[in-house]
């Protein structure tokens, strides 16, 4: 890939210059920006941005449009450093770029990423800085549907996918109180880049869900900020048609991981047993009541008092442990944040963390 920097000399540091009270950590911040066919859109982005941001990456991920050489022409700003991806990865191929282009950098604290087309208002990037830079979040993620009439201006298929896609992206990632999922507006400490295993991340449309399942792994405390997403001419190049039976599985794949890895590999609670006992009684249940009715439907006999209770006991008891793990699950959301813990100085860069 190539690598093009308009200026050597960065403009000083701003609204995050000073060390969080209590903390005394300094936070520099930098911005990634991946386009692809963003042509139309990306300069108007880049002039939106404040001075708070040190460093902005701008990551052209085989834009057919030449995004990339628009910004490298037509942008003045010293703070931009184009990145030119040789192939199309997809935009969790190009946001990685990102990340690996800052931390090899060496002088950013926290990472932005936003996109390119001007869904993504810029004058929000302090909102998404503050919980990490205040030491109350590892990561932070946008939220279209606290506003709801801001959701008035989300077409109607768009909501109903998100809704799907956020429920399903609950049971996968374990942060329950986390929704939109697919919102790529995000900021991530360095230190927790630095720990991710950047290389087994989806890196399609998948990626902030699959960065969600990732981070549980490691217990990083996340946060949503309250957004609302700007809808003009741009047209998403994801189709939740065309993504759902994928996401499907994927978000199946995701559960079955976390919940062995958390639950039997790392530690052992009340919650690993629940699990398995509540799914089999629930099928034991299940099945020989459904058994027994079609038998005795067959014979056109009723079926005993007895084997009914017998039947229904199981599926009851099952139920409620599974509930019950459930409710175990949703208060183990991680609340400490795992950043203010950690030194770039002693971690392994893209560290193996996760199965």
Known sequence: MNHTDHAAVLPP??????????????????????????ARHILGVLAEIGPEVRRIYVIDDACPEGSGALVQKHCADPRVRVVLREANGGVGAAVITGYEAALADGDVDIIVKLDGDGQMDPSLIADFVAPIARGDADYTKGNRFFDLEGLQQMPGLRLFGNAMLSLMNKVSSGYWDIFDPTNGY?????????????AKISQRYFFESDMLFRLNVM???????????????????????????????????????????????????????????GLLLTLFGGCFGGYHWLHNAALNVATPVGTVMLATLPILVGLQLLLAFANYDIGAVPRRPLHLSMSAGRQEPHRNTSP
């Open 13 to 38: 540091l701003h609204a995050f210059d000073a060390p969080p009270q209590g903390r005394g950590a300094w936070q520099r911040v930098a911005v990634v920006i991946p386009v692809f066919r963003a």
């Open 186 to 198: 995000t900021a991530v400490h360095a230190n927790i880049v630095r720990r991710l295993p950047l």
């Open 219 to 277: 217990r990083a405390v996340v946060w949503d900020v309250p957004m609302r997403a700007r809808y003009g001419d741009e047209q998403s190049n994801l189709k939740v048609s065309r993504v759902a039976g994928e996401f499907f599985v994927k978000h199946l794949r995701n559960t079955a991981k976390r919940i062995f890895y958390n639950y039997y590999l790392r530690d052992v609670s009340v919650a690993s047993f629940e699990l398995p006992l």
